[in-house]
């Protein structure tokens, strides 16, 4: 199955990474050695700034 290209940028994977504070495996090992759980709190928080965003967009 071919992978497509991802929706975040890498600088804003990278922020949330260190917000969450496992940037450093990212470092260490890419993002394929970051946990699942770790991954879905990444687009939690990434659906959280989207919709802030908007909600900011509408003011």
Avoid: H, P
């Avoid at 990474?17 to 090992?29: H, I, N, P, S, W």
């Avoid at 959280?48 to 003011?59: C, F, N, W, Y």
């Amino acid at each position: 199955m071919a992978r497509r290209g991802g929706i975040m940028s890498e600088q804003m994977k990278e922020e949330i990474a260190k917000e969450l504070g496992f940037y450093d495996t990212v470092q260490k090992e890419g993002w394929g050695g970051i946990k699942a759980r770790d991954a879905g709190n990444m687009v939690k928080r990434a659906i959280e700034i989207a919709e802030q965003s908007m909600q900011k967009g509408r003011s």
